[in-house]
């Protein structure tokens, strides 16, 4: 689905657990996974501080208040939420009840309309704030034929236009429930944070042939914990403090890319995304989508 540095093209395929959209949209459920060598190997990064500077849901949030779909004020509250979580520690209560707030402010929306807003709002807010070094390391998986995936707790959407943006393999991230093609502000399941990362990997590896132990993970931050030991390589970058003691004491990479703040610029122009994608993009998103029951 992504060209890589031999210009191979893979298809995805649907996943059970909800949470995975191939950065293209397009989709062969008949098609079996691929499982020569080179396809075994895959890298998993997270998104919030480890390839964006920040929270890319807050950046999403940031571009919606500038379109009045909620108030300043409304946008300070979620901020200071997310500054206590990043200060506090992002524990599994507070993470949830954050991504409820944040997908509440969707709820009665078109599903078609809010992705669209997000190709604008990543062209304002996301596009320089991509960590240059940790998007190079997402080049060199790519190049050396490996699929790279983004792993966030972000909603899907969001995470699948980045990672399209910056032309990566695809996303998984936090399902928001729909109906008929409009969000009812609801979560599909649960937060895709600490645990569910690594149940989401496992799902994906075992539908696409991966081999975990030659596979590479990516993260800032303690609570992805899970997803780092579930490969033969953790890598954490620009880790908090709790993460960097533990790479140390297990002897994993560190890379830190915060001296500086050297960001880029990257990701394919809006038009081009949507063009490339179309309508196939918003009917991968229908067929994944659980629908709610009518009621009768």
Known sequence: MVADGGNRR??????????????????DLARA??????????????????????ASIFHFAKGMAARDFFSWRDLMRFT??????????????????????????????????????????YDEEMADKIWSGTYALARQHLDSGERVWLVTATPVELAT??????????????????????????LVGEVLHGEAKA???????????????????YSDSINDIPMLSLVGRAVAVNPDSALR?????????????????RVARVGIPAALGLSAV???????????????PATT
């Open 10 to 27: 893979d298809t995805c395929t649907r996943y059970p657990d909800h949470v995975a959209e191939p950065a293209s949209g397009s989709r």
């Open 33 to 54: 996974p691929t499982h020569e060598p080179q396809h075994r190997c895959a890298a998993f990064f997270d998104v919030d501080n480890t390839m964006m500077v920040g």
């Open 80 to 121: 200071a939420r997310q500054t206590r979580l990043r200060v506090r520690g992002e524990r599994h209560g507070d993470m949830h009840t954050a991504r409820e707030s944040a997908l509440a402010f969707v709820a009665g929306k078109r599903v078609a309309d809010i992705i669209a807003l997000g190709e604008e709002i």
């Open 161 to 186: 236009i980045i990672a399209r943006r910056l032309t990566l393999t695809g996303a998984l991230g936090t399902v928001s429930e729909s109906q008929d093609g409009v969000y009812t502000g609801r």
């Open 199 to 217: 149940h989401a990997i496992r799902a994906l590896a075992a539908r696409e042939g991966l081999e975990l132990s030659r596979c590479t993970a």
């Open 245 to 261: 003691a533990e790479a140390k004491d297990r002897g994993w990479e560190i890379r830190d890319f915060r001296s500086g703040r």
């Open 278 to 292: 179309g309508g196939a993009f918003a009917a991968g998103m229908a067929l994944r989508r659980r629908r709610t």
